[in-house]
């Protein structure tokens, strides 16, 4: 899994347009965000990415990228 392959599924999730949500987007600004999508993204990202992140880390990141970088990260470990 690679940067884009992660914002395709985050377009996806939000259903937006791809290149709409960029590494720069601040994470409670994407277009959908709710308590509900909040959930799917933990599932997608324990489901599609394969890794498990505690909701309070995906709260503490500011953007896109943040976000990205702990799921490559995590990946990377495993």
Not at 35 to 54: H, K, N, Q, R, W
Request: with cysteine; aromatic share 6%; glycine share 6%.
């Amino acid at each position: 899994m690679d940067q884009q392959t992660f914002l395709s599924l985050l377009d996806e999730l939000f259903e937006t347009d791809a290149g709409v949500i960029t590494p720069e987007t601040a994470l409670k600004e994407i277009p959908g965000w709710s308590s509900l999508t909040f959930v799917g993204l933990i599932a997608m990202i324990d489901e599609e990415c394969g890794v498990t992140l505690p909701p309070n880390i995906i709260l503490n990141c500011r953007t896109v990228g943040d976000l990205t970088a702990h799921v490559l990260q995590k990946r990377a470990a495993a």
